[in-house]
């Protein structure tokens, strides 16, 4: 059975930073392009950032680019997410999410 479990999320100041983290376990990591998403109140699910197999490529949409910074250890079955420049916009619930499942995320709030 697939299980991702998140952990880091916290609140922050705006500007701030925090770094996600994403156990994986049930399944071959190092095998898998994963990803990670949020989900802010009132709004859809908001896909962040992909990263391949073995880590080479990363990818993010404009809205995070340059803020957000994903990476992986594959020898740890491990996805992190680093967040930098927090905005309040920020504040959402994010999971992290791959071979068709998705954990139960963590909380980050981005208040002064």
């Known amino acids: 059975e697939v299980h991702l479990v998140e952990s880091g999320g916290g609140l922050v100041q705006p500007g701030g930073s925090l770094r996600l983290s994403c156990v994986a376990s049930?399944?071959?990591?190092?095998?898998?392009?994963m990803e990670w998403a949020r989900q802010a109140p009132g709004k859809g699910l908001e896909w962040l950032s992909s990263i391949n197999s073995d880590g080479d490529n990363q990818y993010y949409p404009d809205s995070v680019k340059g803020r957000f910074t994903i990476s992986r250890d594959n020898a740890k079955n491990t996805l992190y997410l680093q967040l930098n420049g927090l905005k309040t916009e920020d504040t959402a619930m994010y999971y992290c999410q791959g071979v068709g499942s998705r954990g139960q995320g963590t909380q980050v709030t981005v208040s002064s």
């Open positions: 049930g399944f071959t990591f190092s095998r898998y392009t």
